[in-house]
């Protein structure tokens, strides 16, 4: 949810879990779109099998930051 944010406002993104990180990427779209600014990006646990840290990456340009790493065993 957007609330209260304006233009030319910056803004921290934090997730609880990243696995393919679209769902980051796809919101820091929308808020760039919006003359927001993204200058971090971060999660507590990052799925490290789905590869989302080279995905934001390479859609944002912003290295993710994560407490904890797993990987899913199979």
Do not use: Q, W
Request: hydrophobic share 40%; proline share 0%; glycine share 6%.
């Amino acid at each position: 949810y957007i609330y209260a944010l304006n233009k030319e406002d910056h803004v921290i993104l934090l997730e609880d879990e990243i696995s393919t990180g679209k769902t980051l990427t796809n919101t820091h779209s929308i808020l760039k779109e919006l003359g927001i600014s993204v200058f971090a990006i971060a999660a507590v646990t990052e799925v490290i099998n789905f590869k989302g840290r080279e995905h934001i990456k390479k859609e944002t340009g912003i290295d993710l930051i994560s407490l904890n790493k797993i990987k899913l065993l199979k």
